[in-house]
């Protein structure tokens, strides 16, 4: 009984605390090499205040070049994947512990007090994955999901409902950064949740965003990294 009580109880709670204490500290060398040869997305309207540096996501080709981000299935990882070993073995070792397998993943910066603008991460990719924070460097991250609201602090994981309107605030002088990435659960059970929450949440009310648009040229021909 333990994996549905686990998937379905605490339903109605946006916010999930998975892990504390994953010893941040030691990324921090690799976040300022890494960070110099990495490339970065461009910043969008829903993201202007951040930048990221994604290490999986979506090919983008001349197939698919009218899309929409989030009715992307397939992820593949980027060249950017192996400037962040540590961060990837946690990575790795997190999805075994959590049985879960890895779909998009990137490295958030969000400029001080910069603020991430209320949105909902919306389209078929996310309706059956969970979405993880980890705080890799901040001195208290605000995040609001629906009408509930929580602080996350440094080296702390945390499960959110992305399916639910969000909205994140770095209320400080320094930079904040998080490492942002989705697990499709082993778990039936937990699928099942997160694809009544993303129903609930987001059908028929599709909103297409420029926040998450990639150089084309940087990501041909990556796929057999
Ligand atoms: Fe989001």
């Known amino acids: 009984m333990k994996p549905l009580a686990d998937s379905f109880f605490g339903i109605l709670n946006h916010f999930r605390l998975i892990e504390e204490r994953v010893p941040v500290d030691t990324f921090l060398d690799e976040i300022a090499e890494g960070r110099k040869k990495s490339f970065y997305d ?3 309207k829903i993201h202007p205040d951040s930048h990221h540096i994604f290490l999986r996501g979506v090919v983008i080709n001349n197939r698919n070049k009218d899309f929409f981000i989030g009715d992307i299935l397939e992820n593949v990882q980027y060249l950017n994947y192996l400037y962040f070993p540590k961060i990837t073995e946690w990575m790795k070792n997190f999805s075994i512990r959590h049985r879960g397998s890895l779909g998009r993943v990137y490295i958030s910066f969000l400029k001080p007090h910069g603020h991430v603008v209320r949105h909902a ?3 078929i990719y996310y309706a059956a994955k969970d979405r993880y924070h980890l705080v890799i460097k901040s ?11 929580s602080t996350f ?3 702390e ?10 909205e994140i605030f770095n209320n400080y002088d ?3 950064v998080h490492l942002v990435f989705d697990l499709l659960p082993g778990s039936f059970f937990r699928r099942i949740r997160n694809i009544i929450l993303w129903v609930y949440f987001t059908m028929g009310r599709r909103l297409k965003f420029s926040g998450l648009r990639l ?11």
């Open 42 to 44: 461009s910043k969008g």
């Open 157 to 166: 994981v945390w499960w959110i409902s992305n399916k639910v309107p969000h």
């Open 174 to 176: 320094e930079e904040r």
């Open 153 to 155: 602090q440094e080296g």
């Open 121 to 123: 991460d919306r389209g």
């Open 215 to 225: 150089d084309r040229s940087q990501i041909i021909g990556l796929k057999s990294l």
């Open 139 to 149: 001195r208290g991250t605000e995040v609001f999901l629906g009408s509930q609201s």
